[in-house]
């Protein structure tokens, strides 16, 4: 499989209109990475084509009907749609065919994955209209799956007619290279992480709330209370270093900062009394997004020691890996050092800039958190490092660079 890698070769200045079509863009917020791509070069233009009507969380949620915007060289535009809470089944109605005819883009991507409708769609009407343009598919999925009449026929036709494929980890690469799919690859996430919320600050009044005092050393957790996010090796993890530390009077104050929910918590509450490390814990149940970094700041290392599980109990999925861990990055771009566990995409992420333990191993995850309550030295050289590489690599503009240059490639 031919695979693209991020280098920093000039862009090129031809002309490029680039069409986009996933319901992640209704959300404005997530919009930043394509903003940045209709900007970086004046002679690209954006097109995010995002269902007219959406409803994420079933018949029971309020549906979203989405409004049209337009900025510069970059819009989105809403298309009648069929299914509005599926993403393999999102399909778009016959007004999208005059916008490909005035549009005539040079690349049409789809962020709906290999099996989906969306895409034969819209590979279908790029050839019967003669655009000519290349068809790309963004995929989160990184799991190994077998695919049965008919939709073996649907995948089948999407990756003969793929030129190009986006995908946000590198398992999920593997996997279609033995679907059979070929072709040029770019492995990135979807979403990037906004610099201009997510940055370094001091927050001494939060810290002063939450009953963190400058002495304490934070270890934070951000996420579902799960099974699968690692939460009761945490725990475990917690329990040995507490067991180890009241042997040494002089051992450094620490806290355990949880910001979310789930159904594990009464479990973890239990787990917490029995380790006796309940009166380390701060629990925050929700906080607006906007104030999400502020509770990373108060951080002093973030982790994520997700778990692979061979079943998810659900009946569209047979099991579960982390298929990249957007928190991670959200605290490199805070100055926060992290540590993970080796779950799907995270050594990925991390690779040298953070510290990476074998899932489920609570001993070896104590290790390394001992490791930064002891030196402080090599937390903040792992907090510039990781800083560094998310302002590289992980902002929306780093994204739209690497996207364009690999459309460039087609």
């Not at 809470?85 to 109605?93: I, R, V």
């Not at 996010?229 to 806290?255: C, D, M, N, V, Y």
């Not at 990055?329 to 926060?336: G, H, L, N, P």
């Not at 002891?374 to 996207?403: I, S, V, W």
Request: a neutral charge.
């Amino acid at each position: 499989m031919a695979e693209f890698l991020a280098s920093p070769l000039p862009l090129k200045s031809f002309p490029m209109k680039i069409l986009v079509a996933s319901h992640t863009y209704i959300v404005d917020l997530n919009c930043e990475k394509l903003r940045s791509l209709s900007q970086i070069n004046p002679n690209v233009e954006v097109t995010a084509v995002v269902p007219k009507h959406w409803n994420p969380g079933g018949v029971q949620s309020r549906k979203v009907e989405t409004q049209p915007r337009e900025e510069g060289k970059f819009r989105v535009v809403p298309i009648s749609n069929f299914s509005q809470n599926n993403q393999g089944l999102l399909s778009f109605g016959a007004d999208i065919i005059p916008l490909l005819r005035q549009f005539r883009p040079d690349i049409i991507q789809v962020e709906q994955g290999s099996k989906s409708l969306g895409y034969a769609e819209l590979i279908t009407l790029n050839r019967i209209l003669g655009l000519k343009a290349k068809n790309v598919f963004f995929t989160w999925w990184n799991l190994p799956y077998e695919v049965k009449f008919p939709l073996s026929l649907l995948e089948r036709y999407n990756l003969r007619h793929t030129d190009g494929l986006v995908v946000g980890n590198q398992d999920g690469a593997d996997i279609l290279q033995k679907h059979g799919y070929g072709g040029p690859v770019c492995v990135m996430p979807q979403l990037g992480v906004d610099q201009r919320i997510f940055r370094p600050a001091i927050e001494s009044e939060l810290a002063a709330q939450q009953g963190i005092s400058p002495d304490d050393f934070v270890i934070g957790f951000v996420g579902r209370f799960v099974e699968e996010k690692g939460l009761l090796t945490l725990f475990e993890a917690l329990g040995k270093i507490q067991s180890t530390q009241q042997q040494h009077l002089s051992a450094r104050s620490w806290k355990l900062l949880l910001l979310g929910r789930g159904p594990l918590k009464e479990k973890l509450q239990s787990l917490a009394r029995e380790l006796k490390i309940a009166k380390h814990i701060i629990w925050v149940e929700s906080v607006p997004h906007a104030d999400v970094p502020r509770y990373i700041n108060l951080m002093d290392t973030l982790v994520l020691p997700s778990e692979t599980t061979d079943q998810f109990k659900t009946l569209s999925a047979a099991g579960w890996k982390e298929q990249f861990g957007h928190v991670l990055i959200e605290a490199m771009a805070c100055k926060v050092p992290v540590i993970g566990s080796d779950s799907g995409e995270i050594p990925h992420v991390i690779k040298t800039d953070g510290l990476v333990f074998p899932e489920g191993d609570a001993a070896a995850f104590a290790e390394k958190i001992t490791t930064l309550i002891n030196h402080p030295e090599q937390c903040q050289a792992l907090a510039d490092k990781g800083y560094r590489r998310a302002m590289g690599e992980y902002t929306n503009h780093a994204l739209a660079q690497r996207l364009l240059q690999f459309y460039e490639t087609l």
